[in-house]
């Protein structure tokens, strides 16, 4: 009963894992075929626009359309960037297109949004020059890119949501470019993008600012760079961050309880002045939410034969095409069960149920066993009667006429018409089995002086002069198809030509 019970938990863990692998993975495929759906619609709507070339674009309404991308998706804390890509001869025109479609922007999402800032607070806060800022050092301006960071640059030009905006040092971030000296995995995201023309993938360590979180806790997202293609160009990108935390407590698995959920990545998981070495991320996830436990493998070594696992994210990309000294991650999720959830399939009365359990075995085999007693007695009876059956009308019958009587109590004829093809109707309880013979020949024959012969006799002396004669008839009968009818003492009546018609029914 222990091991049945056992059995049960790793069925029922095995069951429940494999249901959130499998949502997991469906929720990444969505987030990914949404931001892709995204970039075209992009890259459309500024081919369609004859006012619009790339870089100065601006997405109509992008805080309303990422809202219902989130929703889509299952986010509800998604932070989505559009950065367009400005090479050096385009970045004298950044200072007009700012003043120009910030105010534009702006206005949008705050209305959509419901922020209580305005415009003008946020065009205060809007340099009219691209700069870079260290995180190493608490977010210090680095440079002027015009001045200072000759090649082209990433600005953050649209942010989702507009608080994420809000909170940037200096003010705002709209104008922010990536240092890739300092973001090293955004230079390599887009190598990746520009070699590949597909999205990628990374891991980056920030600190927590969710409601509760204490100064100095760090917390890991993913950052998934969506490229945009003009012509074959890479011309801008769609930055998501990816929550993996809220994507855990927004799985919603019923019965789900005290698991833990490990994500492992290929590559190392590092970002700026927060990286550090590793490649796992461990989760407590239960049906109500999930906790982050850390840059670590978090599960108990003892349950390593019941994981359930599942790859998450692999880009399947060809090695010739991925630049060198470029990782690509993919990502694989481990689910473990705990001593917690082993705890709840425990039971303090394994000799009850041991019990019960024999009781029921030996119930039910003494069942099984009077019913295949019964039956097969039953069958027994009833496989001698049709071989009597069928002997006797093999001998009484012809194997035509024996073939047509089965035939006819096939199609639902009383048993009883079996033997009495020609009383009461046919064997199909209609017109007789009869059949009509022109051509035969019938011969009886009879031994001259059997009466006298016979009455001088002993029963047995006339008995084997019967059976000695009449064997020999029926011998040779067989063997030129004839049909013996029948004998009346010392009579014998034999037919050519039927059942199976035959011409040359006299001779034969």
């Not at 997991?24 to 500024?46: C, R, T, W």
């Not at 998934?224 to 993996?244: A, D, M, S, T």
């Not at 399947?316 to 399939?345: H, K, N, Q, S």
Request: negative net charge; proline residues 5%; glycine residues 8%.
């Amino acid at each position: 009963i222990i091991y049945q019970l056992i059995s049960s938990s790793i069925t029922q863990f095995a069951g429940l894992g494999s249901e959130v692998s499998t949502v997991a993975g469906q929720k990444v495929d969505q987030i990914f075929s949404a931001l892709e759906a995204y970039s075209v619609f992009v890259s459309s709507e500024v081919a369609a626009d004859a006012n619009t070339t790339w870089p100065f674009v601006t997405i109509p309404d992008f805080s309303l359309r990422t809202e219902k991308i989130a929703q889509l998706v299952g986010l509800e804390t998604p932070a989505l960037v559009f950065c367009p890509i400005f090479q050096d001869e385009d970045k004298v025109g950044w200072p007009s297109f700012v003043s120009e479609w910030a105010p534009v922007w702006y206005q949008q999402s705050l209305d959509n949004e419901g922020n209580k800032h305005n415009v003008q607070e946020l065009m205060d806060g809007t340099l009219p020059y691209i700069y870079t800022y260290s995180l190493n050092d608490d977010f210090v301006v680095t440079g002027l890119v015009e001045e200072d960071r000759p090649g082209p640059v990433l600005p953050v030009w649209q942010v989702y949501p507009i608080e994420q905006a809000i909170k940037g040092v200096p003010v705002l971030t709209m104008t922010m470019g990536f240092d890739f000296e300092v973001f090293p995995e955004v230079s390599d995201q887009l190598k990746i993008a520009r070699s590949t023309h597909r999205q990628s993938i990374s891991f980056i360590k920030l600190y927590d600012e969710s409601p509760g979180a204490e100064v100095g806790d760090i917390v890991v997202d993913s950052q998934i760079v969506q490229p945009i293609f003009e012509n074959g160009n890479l011309v801008g990108v769609l930055i998501l961050k990816l929550p993996w935390l809220e994507f855990f407590q927004k799985l919603n698995i019923d019965g789900l309880s005290d698991t833990v959920a490990v994500l492992r990545s290929s590559c190392d998981i590092g970002f700026g002045a927060l990286s550090g070495t590793g490649s796992d991320l461990s989760y407590w996830i239960d049906s109500t939410g999930a906790v982050f436990l850390g840059q670590l493998d978090a599960h108990d070594p003892k349950y390593d034969d019941l994981v359930v696992s599942r790859v998450v994210v692999d880009f399947d990309l060809d090695e010739a095409e991925v630049p060198e000294g470029v990782c690509v991650p993919m990502i694989t999720l481990d689910l473990y069960p705990t001593e917690e959830l082993e705890a709840t399939f425990q039971t303090s009365k394994p000799k009850l149920y041991t019990a019960v359990v024999i009781a029921i075995f030996i119930f039910t085999s003494l069942v099984f066993l009077l019913y295949d007693y019964f039956v097969g007695r039953r069958q027994r009876k009833f496989m001698a009667r049709i071989m009597r059956q069928d002997q006797i009308v093999s001998n009484v019958f012809p194997a035509a006429i024996r073939d047509r009587l089965y035939e006819g109590e096939q199609k639902g004829s009383k048993e009883e018409n079996l033997f009495d093809p020609l009383g009461g109707g046919g064997c199909d309880g209609g017109a007789p089995l009869a059949d009509l013979f022109l051509e035969t020949t019938v011969v009886f024959a009879d031994i001259a002086g059997f009466t006298a012969w016979s009455s001088a006799r002993e029963p047995a002396q006339v008995f084997i002069l019967l059976e000695t004669i009449y064997g020999e008839f029926d011998k040779r009968a067989y063997r030129h198809n004839v049909f013996k009818v029948e004998t009346v003492g010392d009579c014998y009546v034999a037919v050519a030509g039927l059942p199976e018609p035959d011409k040359d029914h006299a001779m034969t």
